[in-house]
């Protein structure tokens, strides 16, 4: 199968016909029948990208959106009989990438739906960078490790950044201070050796990338 579309209406005719447009285009497709139910099978599964109606009993498509843009920058396209520009704005200030009105064509949906699918797996593929096994996405803020995710705390995740982003540099530690922890940051510069070690750990066989460069700081180097 290709892409997977979830598509959350409560007019099962609307649904049929944008799931019939999506099949046709080896979409792989899940269908939810208001906001809750989507929320669900959104949790449980691997989305690619969202189809919204705004109007649904249960959970309407804006309270939906609100709770997985907390945690997800997937595309949705939002889809309301509602024509009014109050609308289309609100739904914009809940992260939705893209809207259509009723009635609309679905082939214009489909085509849409690929345009976002396209530009957005351009934008991942430039924000993800492999280190020799040390996966980054600074878009969704997530590090691997031989394709399995570690959990690094804010500070962590910037600190490994913006040592990879200097590959090769030696970067004092008074630089790394100011960089990650902002000027206005009066903490000792031994903050920069407690989180190097932190990050170490968690790099498990991969620390060693991280090297001590005596009387300076530290750089990082690809091993």
Known sequence: ????????????????????????????????????????????????????????????????????????????????????EEDKLQGYEFGADDYMTKPFSPKVLLAKAKALLKRTRTQVDSSTKNFNGILINKLSHEVYIHDKEILLSPKEYELLVYLTDNEGIALSRDNILDHVWGIDYYGDIRTVDTNIKRLREKLSDKSSSIVTVRGSGYKFEVK
Do not use: H, Q
């Not at 792989?28 to 959104?42: H, S």
């Open 1 to 84: 199968m290709g892409n997977r579309v979830l598509i959350i209406e409560d007019e099962i005719k609307i649904r049929f016909l944008i799931r019939d447009y999506f099949l046709s285009e080896n979409f792989d497709v899940l269908e939810a029948n208001n906001g809750a139910e989507g929320l669900k099978l959104f949790r449980e599964n691997k989305v690619d990208i969202i189809i919204l109606d705004i109007m649904m009993p249960e959970m309407n498509g804006l309270e939906f959106l609100e709770i997985i843009r907390k945690v997800s920058t997937i595309p949705v396209i939002l889809l309301t009989a509602k024509s009014e």
